[in-house]
C-alpha cells in the first residue's frame, strides 16, 4: 500500500506538471516569487506609476506577443506560477490519483484559511464555489422565501444574479422589485435613498453587484448593509469582479453574502470562486447540492458543491493569493485605480465621449464604461484591436443608455497602453461624420 503523502510531498509532486523536471518548476516558480518580493522592498512607497516594478509583474504573465488585454471583466490571463500549479497538478492526478484524494481534502481546508485571510473573514465564513453565479443561485435557492415576499435588485444586475430571483419568483411566488440607480449614479447617499425608498414591510433581501459589470459602479455595500440591517434585511452582493480588484473587508462590509470569480482579475483558472456568508445568518440558508454528512456539515462550508470536482482549481487558487499577497493588496487597487484613473481623465477630455462609470474612486476601481456619439461600439472594439491588438468588449443596451464599450485596467497595463486606447478613441472621435 502506498505511504500517506505530507503536504510538503504532495505540493512538490505536482510542480512536475511541464515538460520541465519538478526541480527546475520549483526553481522557476521560486525565482519569479523572489523577484516580486526585491521589487517590494526597493519600491516600497511607490505610488504605481510605470517602471521597473510593474514591468517585473507583467513579465510574470503569459501573454501573446504584443496583445494588450483590457477585458479581465470576462477572463483574465494567469500569472506563470499559477499555471505552472494547476499544470502540475493535473499531471499528479493523471499519475498517482491516490495522493489527490488522500491529501486533497486538508489541503483545501488549508486554502480556505488562506481565502478567508485574504478577504479579512473567518474560514468557517467561506465556502469554494465554481463561480459567482452558482454562489448567488446556492444564497437565493437556500434562502426560506415565501410567496409575496420582496427582493430588490438594482436596474444594473448581471444575468447570473438575475436569473436566480426570477427562478425562485416562478418556484416560489416571491416579488422581485428593480431599483433604478443610474446612470448616472448618484452618491453614496442616492444609492442607499434608492434602495431605502423601496423597501416595504415585505421586503426580506437586496441582491446586487457590488462591482457592476456594466457601468463599473462600485455600490457602497457598507452603507447599504447598514441601513438594510437597520431594517432586518439580509444583503447579498454580486461581486464577480471583486477578487483581486480591491482590498475587501468582509466584517468592515457587514454584507451577508457575497460571491466572487477570482478567474477574472486575480489568474486563477476558470472553476474556482468565493462564496462569503456572514457567520450570524448561515443557519438562514440551506445547502443546494448534497451528499453523505451534509446534515452534520457546519458553517459556509456546508455550500460547498459535493461530489468530486477538479481539484487542481484549488491548487491553483492557492498560488493566485501567493501571488496576490506578494504584491499586496493595497497596492494591487492603488496601481489599478490609478490607471482607470487616467482613463477617465482622457475620455473626459475627448468630445463626444459619454462615461457611464463614476468619476469617485470609492464608487469606481478597474472597470470604465463609456460611449462615443456617432460610433457604434463594436466599431471601436474592432479597431482599437486591429490598430493596437487591444481588447476591450462592448457593453449594455441602447434602450437603457447603457450601449458603449468597457474597458479593464488591470495591474500589468501600462500607462503607455492607457494612452494608446485614448489616442485611438479619439481618432475615431476626429473622424466621426
Known amino acids: 500500500m502506498p505511504t500517506p503523502t505530507t503536504r510538503r510531498e504532495f505540493v512538490r509532486s505536482i510542480m512536475a506538471g511541464t515538460a520541465l523536471s519538478a526541480a527546475a518548476l520549483a526553481k522557476a ?13 526597493k519600491y516600497l512607497d511607490d505610488e504605481a506609476p510605470d517602471g521597473a516594478y510593474w514591468d517585473a509583474v507583467r513579465a510574470q504573465y503569459l501573454f501573446e506577443d504584443n496583445l494588450i488585454m483590457m477585458n479581465n471583466g470576462t477572463v483574465g490571463p494567469m500569472p506563470k506560477p499559477v499555471f505552472n500549479r494547476l499544470m502540475g497538478a493535473f499531471r499528479r492526478q493523471a499519475e498517482n490519483p491516490y495522493d489527490v484524494y488522500n491529501f486533497l481534502p486538508s489541503f483545501r481546508e488549508a486554502v480556505r484559511t488562506k481565502l478567508a485571510a485574504f478577504v479579512h473573514a473567518a474560514p468557517d465564513e467561506v465556502a469554494l464555489t465554481s463561480n459567482t453565479t452558482e454562489g448567488i443561485n446556492f444564497v437565493v435557492n437556500g434562502l426560506d422565501l415565501n410567496a409575496g415576499d420582496e427582493v430588490l435588485i438594482s436596474n444594473l444586475e448581471h444575468p447570473g444574479g438575475i436569473g436566480p430571483v426570477q427562478l425562485k419568483a416562478k418556484r416560489s411566488g416571491i416579488v422581485v422589485k428593480e431599483v433604478p440607480i443610474g446612470p448616472p449614479h448618484g452618491d453614496t447617499a442616492a444609492i442607499v435613498s434608492a434602495f431605502e425608498k423601496a423597501v416595504t414591510p415585505k421586503t426580506k433581501l437586496i441582491m446586487v453587484s457590488h ?152 464608487l469606481s476601481a478597474g472597470l470604465t464604461a463609456f460611449a462615443l456619439e456617432g460610433v457604434a461600439p463594436a466599431k471601436i472594439v474592432d479597431f482599437v484591436r486591429e490598430k493596437y491588438n487591444l481588447v476591450i468588449r462592448t457593453i449594455g443596451n441602447t434602450a437603457a443608455g447603457t450601449a458603449g464599450v468597457r474597458v479593464s485596467t488591470p495591474i500589468f497595463v501600462t500607462s503607455k497602453e492607457v494612452d494608446m486606447l485614448l489616442e485611438g478613441i479619439g481618432q475615431l472621435a476626429r473622424n466621426r461624420s
Open 29 to 41: 516558480n521560486a525565482e519569479m516569487a523572489q523577484s516580486i518580493t526585491s521589487l517590494n522592498m
Open 211 to 362: 462591482t457592476c459589470f456594466i457601468t463599473g459602479l462600485i455600490t457602497p455595500i457598507k452603507e447599504l448593509s447598514k441601513m438594510a440591517h437597520d431594517k432586518g434585511l439580509l444583503v447579498l452582493a454580486d461581486s464577480a469582479h471583486g477578487l483581486g480588484i480591491m482590498d475587501l473587508n468582509m466584517h468592515d462590509m457587514g454584507v451577508d453574502f457575497f460571491c466572487s470569480s477570482p478567474y477574472k482579475w486575480m489568474g486563477t483558472p476558470c472553476g474556482i470562486g468565493l462564496l462569503y456568508v456572514r457567520k450570524d445568518v448561515q443557519e438562514k440558508v440551506w445547502p443546494t447540492v448534497v451528499s453523505s454528512g451534509w446534515d452534520r456539515t457546519t458553517g459556509a462550508r456546508k455550500l460547498d458543491p459535493s461530489g468530486q470536482r477538479a481539484d487542481a482549481m484549488i491548487l491553483a487558487l492557492d498560488e493566485a493569493l501567493d501571488f496576490q499577497n506578494r504584491i499586496g493588496r493595497v497596492r494591487i487597487e492603488r496601481r489599478i485605480k490609478a490607471l482607470s484613473g487616467r482613463l477617465k481623465q482622457g475620455l473626459a477630455k475627448t468630445p463626444g465621449v459619454k462615461i457611464n462609470t463614476p468619476a469617485d474612486p470609492y
